[in-house]
């Protein structure tokens, strides 16, 4: 691919008309364009985005071979599809995936370098902020979404496989009750009240 065409590629969402959905991807980049620390959020908004715009085939790579109808329409979306990909990173990050040939392989690429599924030091710095997080100032509700955030990071990055649907059950129930506990335990003083009854 040439320097001309990727250059070409990587400016078309600024004249993309509004029907392709550019500004949405603007709002994206805005919020949560791709640091390195942030696969997790960036790529559900990735996922989302293109799946409302029936486009995630180009992430999973199901499209029509060269030789059968439709592949140029499809290799021209495809070639949007990268150009949306590496405006939702930050250009050092895009520089490295800037020569692949598909939207998936950028992709996977950036899945393999960031995604760090079942990584153990991340497990532990995600289980160290969970521990560590109290009320404080914050109230009941901001509270608990920041460790519903930090559950979910946990379950992204911690994968289990379970070989019977029972001990999956059982193991649901164990982390829910679990992070009832630890929610409670870092309740202000004001909730005592509520704690004992909760724990009855």
């Known amino acids: 691919m040439s320097g001309k065409k990727i250059e070409k590629l990587k400016n078309q969402v600024e004249y993309a008309p509004a029907n392709q959905g550019?500004?949405?991807?603007?709002?994206?980049?805005?919020?949560?364009?791709?640091?390195?620390?942030?696969?997790?959020k960036w790529?559900?908004?990735?996922?989302?985005?293109?799946?409302g715009k029936g486009k995630l085939?180009?992430?999973i790579g199901?499209?029509?071979?060269?030789?059968?109808?439709?592949?140029?329409?499809?290799?021209?979306?495809d070639s949007m599809v990268m150009?949306?990909?590496?405006?939702s990173m930050e250009p050092e990050i895009s520089d490295t995936c800037m020569f692949l040939p598909t939207a998936k392989d950028i992709w996977e690429s950036i899945q393999q370098t960031y995604s760090k599924v079942n990584d153990a030091a991340q497990v532990y710095h995600v289980k160290i902020k969970t521990s560590a997080a109290k009320q404080g100032n914050k109230?009941?509700?901001e509270y608990a979404n920041l460790l519903k955030n930090l559950w979910q990071e946990m379950d992204h990055y911690k994968c289990i496989e379970m070989k019977c649907?029972?001990?999956?059950?059982?193991?649901?129930?164990?982390i829910e009750k679990d992070r009832v506990y630890g929610f409670l335990a870092g309740l202000n003083?004001?909730?005592?009240q509520v704690r004992v009854q909760i724990l009855g």
């Open 83 to 87: 150009s949306w990909l590496w405006n």
């Open 189 to 192: 003083a004001e909730f005592d």
């Open 62 to 77: 199901i499209g029509p071979q060269k030789d059968e109808t439709g592949f140029k329409a499809w290799d021209e979306e």
């Open 57 to 59: 085939s180009h992430l």
């Open 43 to 51: 790529s559900q908004l990735v996922r989302t985005f293109l799946k």
């Open 165 to 174: 649907s029972s001990d999956a059950t059982a193991l649901k129930k164990f």
């Open 22 to 40: 550019s500004n949405e991807l603007q709002n994206i980049q805005t919020a949560y364009r791709l640091t390195g620390k942030n696969y997790l």
């Open 139 to 141: 109230s009941v509700i």
